[in-house]
């Protein structure tokens, strides 16, 4: 097995094109290979690809995979390599990694140096929004041949009084040379149009380069800005396009309508295009503009960022069956519900109007329902597309994503067959290579419709559903945070949501209950501006990168000091929360009890995060406030019978998860719990009480409800979704029959069960942030014969696997270099427990001989499972 560092990340990315700061962190993975290999030091050499070595380092004392730049200043734009290699504990040296680059983008919006147009003021307010037009022409030097070229676009949101309509979808198109450049589906995603952000994506446009150039822009964004750098083989370099020089056209061309102005909370519905009214050679050199508008400069944002993850797609999928109806109306049934992009080859006359109507359901005559996704008819999700000709033609939204498993078409001639259409599933590219497997179908299947609800909610935003809000609820991101992380390289998604979130912080410090949005929403709740804190803290413990915190520390602050300050001037806390609390619940807790936990949860995690980055008085002050807010909560809502609030579910369990209950109340609070369960498996909690009850049950060693509750049908669980289904992806209610207009792709209800899933059965958790240190407590059921899990941790892919006959269990651990971990097995009395002792040890105290201490590498046991 070799030494040699691998999978080299620049900011947690592979080779990327722009990042936006001048002190990367650098980052490697190294091969499990020898046990207990430990990395101590490091050396690393980092160059500009036209200038030779900017950083050379070598550090004795480095246990982690990752370095901080600190070498020559980087410049804008430039171009480096790196490559590296690791020192180890027994004193081996390694090989040289394989060089990796990077490239950076801007630092700040000082560093941009192109020229900012507006969306045009008449076009703000019409009720049928569009596109706007941008072109110009540039040559490359005659006799230099082109090495690297990349066009930056930068772009904000809508403009403001576009309202919230155009939040969700694509803002904008590059083109060039009649080409559209990158596969990038929604540009620059959901931002807080208040604070003025700009966002800008990195194309790699060499491949499309002529000598004579024609650059275009098709855009609904508030301000864009568009940049190409050329670099030549003799060493030259240029900026290729002039501010100056852009040609606007305001009409939209085919893009009739984008949206419905109209509707400000459902926005982004549709996409109306006319192709008889395309501009044909718009964005080839030589195309006649002369009666286009010069596009005048405006301001420019006052903040930039780079746009680190792309939206693409992510499966295509054909149909499962196609239904034509007397009426000429046809229904397509893809076989599972999606975000994404409906494609259609058209058939017809010139002037026809085909038009694409998308649901999650069908009612009792097959027709599509789109109460799930519309909350009234006139908002449905509808594209329509007018012929251009008599010949074939195809038709892909550009502007426009839809929830959807069901498509309806109608006015096109002839009948439509399954090889005309396709669905293009969407997400943010988000790789990660953890897994999932084990013995059971039904276990494989919950764990698909996680993963699929989870990824058709992660776009720009994690959102509460595709299909009809897509907004991103603060509480509802918290309860998927965990399982999002275990199942994605979410680490960019969140920071880039967290800047949103802090862009929109109020001036006393609250939070919105959605970020982004384009005007503040009415109200405050309570409960979901304090998920923000919970949230870093889950982000911060999956990824092990302390700037999440640093970063998020001033909105935190001001947060915690307002929930502070909120308690104690004694305000009636139920006033503050407008949802009722654990939405989706069947017994719900009284607002004023839930909202105070969450202010006494909130306010002990930042305590917690004060004291690691050093803010000893801040540390003092909150965890004072968080015990005292505890203390009031226990005295005044605990009950005689052991219970909290009113008895249910969801208060018991927030009383134990959060510690509002002391140690001495501990053991009656969980015993009401159980109890409930045993007698009847499915939850009356809702979304944060779900999420809560699952962690008390891992933490208490009760795993063995959560394994009967999963193979329940009963109300309240998974299995009855599965058993009223079919169900591929989760519905926003545990009985979704019973709540008219419930999505069908709403992921609050299975983030506890999605991390469950690793971290009950497969036992893997963390013990110190960034899994430095590792638990495995894998939980056995006895009717579950094979287990199989992977967890890609930012030290490697841990994994833990098993495998039993009977009361005989085989179960397979790794640990990649620089993670530690700690291995319990579920047989307290040591009875036929067989490994090999090389870098295991037993700790001391420990007489059972069933837990164990485990250095980096593969690791095979044998034992009895206790019954």
């Not at 519905?731 to 029959?737: A, D, F, G, T």
Request: charge should be negative; proline fraction near 7%.
């Amino acid at each position: 097995m070799t030494d040699k560092p691998e999978n080299l990340r620049c900011e947690g990315l592979p080779e990327p094109l722009g990042i936006g700061t001048s002190v990367p962190r650098l980052s490697w993975e190294l091969p499990i290979g020898r046990r207990g290999a430990a990395m101590t030091g490091m050396s690393i050499l980092v160059w500009d690809n036209a200038e030779g070595t900017v950083w050379e380092s070598t550090c004795t004392d480095c246990p982690v995979p990752e370095a901080l730049y600190a070498g020559t200043p980087l410049r804008p734009h430039h171009s480096y390599g790196w490559k590296v290699k690791v020192l180890f504990a027994d004193g081996r040296e390694g090989e040289w990694s394989d060089p990796a680059h990077f490239e950076c983008g801007c630092f700040s919006i000082s560093d941009w140096s192109g020229s900012w147009t507006a969306y045009p003021a008449n076009l703000k307010y019409h009720k049928n929004l569009t596109v706007v037009h941008l072109r110009q022409e540039f040559s490359l030097r005659q006799d230099a041949i082109p090495v690297r070229a990349r066009a930056l676009v930068a772009a904000t949101g809508p403009h403001p009084a576009v309202g919230n309509d155009a939040m969700r979808m694509n803002l904008y198109q590059l083109w060039l040379n009649g080409r559209k450049a990158g596969d990038d589906l929604i540009n620059p995603g959901q931002l807080a149009v208040q604070s003025g952000r700009a966002l800008y994506r990195v194309f790699d446009v060499l491949p499309l380069l002529e000598q004579h150039n024609a650059v275009g822009i098709i855009h609904a964004a508030g301000k864009i800005s568009i940049q190409i750098f050329i670099d030549y083989a003799n060493g030259e370099s240029e900026q290729a396009v002039d501010g100056s020089r852009w040609r606007r056209k305001t009409g939209g061309g085919p893009y009739r309508r984008l949206w419905k102005h109209d509707i400000k909370e459902y926005g982004g519905r549709g996409e109306f295009y006319d192709a008889g009214s395309e501009l044909p050679g718009w964005a080839r050199p030589g195309y006649a503009d002369s009666d286009w508008q010069k596009a005048f400069p405006c301001a420019p944002p006052g903040l930039l960022a780079p746009q680190t993850f792309a939206v693409t797609i992510d499966q295509t999928v054909s149909p499962a069956s196609v239904k034509t109806f007397p009426d000429g109306s046809t229904v397509i049934d893809f076989g599972r519900n999606m975000n994404g992009i409906f494609a259609l080859d058209t058939r017809g006359k010139p002037g026809d109007a085909v038009r694409m109507r998308f649901a999650e359901l069908l009612d009792a005559s097959g027709r599509i329902d789109c109460s799930s996704t519309s909350p009234l008819a006139e908002f449905d999700q509808e594209d329509i597309y007018i012929r251009k000709s008599g010949e074939k033609e195809t038709y892909m939204p550009a502007f426009a994503t839809h929830a959807f498993r069901y498509a309806e078409i109608t006015g096109m001639s002839g009948r439509p067959e399954a090889g005309d259409m396709r669905a293009l599933s969407i997400a943010a590219d988000l790789p990660n290579r953890s897994s999932f497997r084990s013995s059971s179908d039904a276990l494989d299947r919950l764990d698909r419709l996680c993963a699929d609800t989870m990824r058709a909610n992660m776009v720009s935003v994690p959102t509460d559903c595709p299909g009809r809000e897509r907004n991103g609820w603060l509480a509802d991101a918290w309860t998927v945070c965990d399982a999002e992380f275990l199942n994605f390289d979410a680490v960019h998604l969140y920071r880039k949501w967290f800047a949103d979130i802090g862009d929109m912080q109020e001036p006393d410090g609250c939070l919105p209950y959605v970020c982004p949005f384009a005007y503040p929403p009415e109200g405050k709740d309570i409960i979901w501006a304090a998920c923000f804190t919970l949230m870093v803290w889950d982000a911060y413990r999956n990824s092990g990168d302390r700037r999440l915190l640093e970063e998020n520390y001033p909105v935190m602050l001001k947060l915690g000091r307002y929930l502070a300050g909120l308690l104690r001037s004694g305000a009636a806390i139920s006033d503050f929360v407008l949802f009722n609390g654990d939405h989706a619940a069947r017994e719900r807790p009284s607002a004023e009890y839930l909202g105070r936990v969450y202010c006494a949860a909130n306010l002990d995690r930042l305590a917690t995060i004060c004291g690691l980055l050093g803010k000893s008085s801040d540390e003092s002050f909150f965890r004072q406030q968080s015990l005292r807010i505890a203390g009031a909560v226990h005295r005044d809502y605990h009950r005689p019978d052991g219970g909290y609030d009113n008895g249910s579910q969801s208060a018991d369990a927030h009383a134990l998860c959060f510690g509002i209950a002391p140690v001495s109340c501990r053991p009656a609070v969980l015993s009401r719990l159980t109890e409930t369960l045993e007698k009847n498996p499915g939850f009356t909690a809702g979304m944060l009480g779900t999420h809560a009850l699952l962690q008390v049950l891992t933490e208490n060693g009760r795993d063995d409800l959560v394994w009967k509750v999963v193979g329940s049908e009963e109300p309240g669980t998974w299995g009855y979704w599965q058993k009223h289904g079919p169900a591929d992806t989760a519905p926003e209610h545990w009985i979704p029959e019973e709540h008219p207009g419930c999505s069908r792709n709403h992921p609050m209800l299975i983030g506890g069960i999605a991390s469950w899933l690793y971290r009950g059965l497969g036992g893997i958790r963390i013990l110190e942030p960034g899994y430095r240190k590792v638990e495995f407590r894998p939980y056995f059921p006895p009717d579950l014969t094979e287990l199989a899990v992977k967890v890609d941790s930012p030290y490697g892919v841990i994994s833990s696997a098993w495998a039993r006959t009977g009361d005989r269990a085989a179960l397979a651990v790794s640990l990649p270099p620089g993670c530690r971990g700690t291995l319990r097995l579920p047989c307290p009395e040591a009875v036929g427990i067989h490994y090999d002792p090389d870098r295991v040890t037993v700790p001391d105290g420990e007489s059972s001989g069933s837990v164990f201490q485990l250095e980096s590498g593969h690791y095979d046991f044998r034992f009895q499972v206790c019954p």
